[in-house]
């Protein structure tokens, strides 16, 4: 069983920065994928970004390419969100998630088998 546990989310101004942290309790995760996904209110999940284990290659929704990086610390068994230029829009609670066994950097909700608890992320505008 894999856990994930999520941090640093918080309240920032508009144009401000934040980096997400997603602890693993779990050590080998060399053939796992390791994303974000994010849900405002009202809103369905969204993905945001997924990184290889193994090749740190990454994807990125549309919305946030060029704004947020996607990175993981293999020593640490910790996966980052460093979350840049940040818009009101992006407000939202935050989940880290696992696909134990991926075909490709996924992005629907129903290719991870393992989330965290989530974090909020506040903008103000």
């Known amino acids: 069983q894999v856990q994930l546990v999520e941090s640093g989310g918080g309240l920032v101004q508009a144009g401000g920065s934040l980096r997400l942290s997603c602890a693993a309790s779990?050590?080998?995760?060399?053939?796992?994928?390791m994303a974000w996904f994010r849900q405002a209110p009202g809103k369905e999940r969204e993905f945001v970004a997924s990184i290889w284990w193994s090749s740190g290659g990454t994807r990125y929704a549309d919305s946030v390419q060029g704004r947020f990086t996607i990175s993981r610390d293999k020593s640490k068994n910790t996966v980052y969100l460093q979350m840049s230029s940040l818009k009101p829009e992006d407000t939202a609670v935050y989940y880290c998630?696992?696909?134990?066994?991926?075909?490709?950097?996924?992005?629907?909700?129903?290719?991870?088998?393992?989330w965290g608890q989530g974090t909020q992320v506040t903008v103000s505008s």
């Open positions: 779990q050590r080998t995760f060399s053939t796992y994928v």
């Open positions: 998630a696992a696909d134990s066994n991926p075909s490709g950097l996924g992005s629907r909700i129903r290719t991870y088998d393992y």
